[in-house]
């Protein structure tokens, strides 16, 4: 598997780089043998000019006789004629009349141009009257010819050896940037091979910032939240059987005791045992509504209700023990209909104002509701004795408990705040709690438009 992907990186690399070099070469190649073609046709008119004014200059003195001073002999003055310091004799020199009939090859092979031979060439004009013709043509033999396949050859062979070049260069920053990245792949297939084995405390180190980094960082995460998650799992195992021996074993005693005589099956024992059956039921019933919450399957039976009437209700329950106690409650909200499972949401609150009650001596419990477009938000402030920061993220945790000194002397399932979280969740809504400088405070909110679908509500 590392060689087949080293493979393919280094395949890709030298690829990319042979293709971008060979285009890049070509293109080159093209351009300058094209620019290189130009100018040599800019030079070959600028002969032709300058020989098209040298004949025009000599034509009223000699007429067509100056065709004799073309000839490498000189002609009748014995000199050849000169153009740029170059004889012209390394040429092909062509002069034709003004209809096309050729005066003068210095090859001696053609007697008439072309209509599109006499376009290309260039005229000699005498007194604002073209008289004739002349071009140079450049022989596949001549020197020019030569040099211009030399350089033509000479690009092929560069861009030959660059793209020679560019294919050792990718192959070796190919190979540097594969073991790279096959390391970290490697380290990350073998934690997760660890992980799948039930390793749960496998992390890979998370090397640079690149994406890499980030999956690297990202499957770190993975792993705590497994691992906390397992030991939530057996946490949760070990607390049902917690919470299901002590009435059970109070009713299997008293049972058999009744059974052997022991005792005397009276009312009021029982009406305890009975109390122990409610709950065992209640810690069952509520189990079961945490486990449909978290599966997403919790259906809620939703009606508009009016939050004046649901909470002045909330508020005779409590008064009792809160004058009691000493507490306050201060209740302050709108007036407003919602649509709402009114049972769970209710249940919300008690959960959350018993739990206040029961840490709260001489004091005061506020419950506040604002209303913005999108949602209730509810604030429930209690005085009293703050939760440790490390207890804060796991309050609502199934069976979770705070810290020895802040519940001593106070008894609960541990599962109040778990149901009140899950209810919260299930009206599309968060919660949240948090120390303020007198005591705690509890947030949730719930979203004013859940979907009104087709729902039952699951037996009590």
Not at 3 to 13: A, N, S, T, Y
Not at 291 to 303: K, T
């Amino acid at each position: 598997m590392k060689k087949k992907l080293v493979v393919k990186i280094m395949l890709v690399v030298l690829g990319i780089a042979l293709t971008t070099t060979i285009l890049y070469g070509s293109i080159t190649s093209y351009l300058t043998a094209k620019s290189f073609s130009t100018y040599l046709e800019k030079e070959k008119g600028a002969r032709e000019e300058s020989l098209a004014e040298w004949a025009a200059s000599s034509y009223p003195s000699l007429g067509w006789d100056l065709i004799y001073y073309l000839r490498p002999t000189g002609g009748r003055g014995g000199r050849g004629m000169m153009m740029h310091g170059t004889p012209l004799n390394q040429e092909r020199i062509i002069i034709a009349d003004q209809t096309g009939t050729v005066l003068y090859d210095s090859e001696g092979l053609k007697e008439l141009l072309s209509p599109e031979e006499l376009l290309q060439a260039t005229p000699i004009v005498v007194a604002a009257k073209t008289i004739g013709y002349v071009t140079i043509e450049t022989p596949a033999t001549s020197k020019i010819a030569a040099l211009r396949e030399s350089f033509t050859s000479s690009l092929k062979t560069v861009s030959w050896i660059s793209s020679a070049f560019a294919a050792l260069l990718a192959l070796l920053f190919g190979f540097i940037l594969s073991y790279d990245l096959i390391k970290r792949i490697n380290l990350l297939n073998n934690a997760t091979t660890r992980l799948i084995s039930g390793d749960l405390e496998t992390l890979v180190p998370v090397i640079g910032d690149d994406e890499l980094a980030q999956l690297a960082e990202a499957f770190n995460k993975m792993v705590l939240k497994l691992a906390a998650n397992n030991r939530a799992r057996q946490n949760l195992f070990n607390d049902v059987a917690h919470e299901l021996r002590t009435p059970l074993s109070i009713l299997r005693g008293n049972l058999e005791a009744m059974q052997l005589g022991v005792v005397e099956p009276t009312t009021a024992r029982i009406a305890s045992l009975n109390d122990e059956l409610i709950r065992l039921t209640s810690l069952v019933r509520e189990l079961q509504e945490i486990g449909l919450a978290e599966a997403g399957e919790l259906q809620l039976n939703l009606a508009t209700e009016n939050l004046t009437d649901l909470l002045n209700d909330l508020k005779l329950i409590f008064e009792p023990e809160a004058e009691a106690k000493g507490i306050q409650l201060i209740f302050s909200y709108p007036n407003l209909q919602v649509t709402v499972d009114k049972n769970r949401l209710r249940q919300v609150l008690i959960n959350i104002i018993a739990n206040a009650l029961r840490y709260t001596e001489n004091g005061f419990i506020e419950l506040n509701v604002e209303e913005s477009p999108e949602n209730l938000l509810f604030t429930i402030t209690n005085t009293g004795p703050q939760i440790q920061e490390d207890d804060l993220e796991h309050l609502f945790d199934r069976f979770y408990k705070a810290d020895a000194a802040r519940t001593r002397g106070k008894s609960g399932s541990g599962l109040g705040l778990a149901i009140a979280k899950a209810y919260v969740e299930a009206h599309e809504g968060q919660i949240s709690v948090r120390n303020v400088s007198d005591g705690v405070q509890f947030s949730f909110s719930i979203s004013k438009h859940i979907a009104k679908t087709s729902q039952v509500t699951l037996d009590n």
